[in-house]
Nanobody
Framework: VQLQASGGGLVQAGGSLRLSCAAS????????MGWFRQAPGKQREFVAA????????LYADSVKGRFTISRDNAKNTVYLQMNSLKPEDTAVYYC?????????????????WGQGTLVTVSS
């Protein structure tokens, strides 16, 4: 499956952004979807995941209550709504797909990756 992330940009602390990730090539609803991020000089880390049906979600503690992941299987798209952004949220954000029997926070369990979109939060 091919993944194309978009929606990144520059925002002030306390602001909001919505990231989108459009999928193509395979049946989107066969995959659980995740968002990860990588800040400069740091390892890529888990942000959020949504199950293939949209009925289950996982969040990193650092974003819980501020970020919301969702998906629209009719549009083959997964979203990450980011509110109350902080400077420490600055990173390149990647969407990723894992087979529907894998619902995980673990980076290595995701099979397909998008190219990333940069989010910069200014203080």
């Amino acid at each position: 499956v091919q993944l194309q992330a978009s929606g990144g940009g520059l925002v002030q602390a306390g602001g909001s952004l919505r990231l989108s990730c459009a999928a193509s090539g395979r049946t989107f609803s066969n995959y659980n979807m995740g968002w990860f991020r990588q800040a400069p000089g740091k390892q890529r880390e888990f942000v959020a995941a949504v199950s293939w049906s949209g009925g289950g979600t996982l969040y990193a503690d650092s974003v819980k209550g501020r970020f919301t992941i969702s998906r629209d299987n009719a549009k083959n798209t997964v979203y990450l709504q980011m509110n109350s952004l902080k400077p420490e949220d600055t990173a390149v954000y990647y969407c990723a797909a894992a087979p529907k029997w894998v619902f995980s926070k673990v980076l290595s369990e995701y099979t397909y990756w998008g190219q990333g979109t940069l989010v910069t939060v200014s203080s």
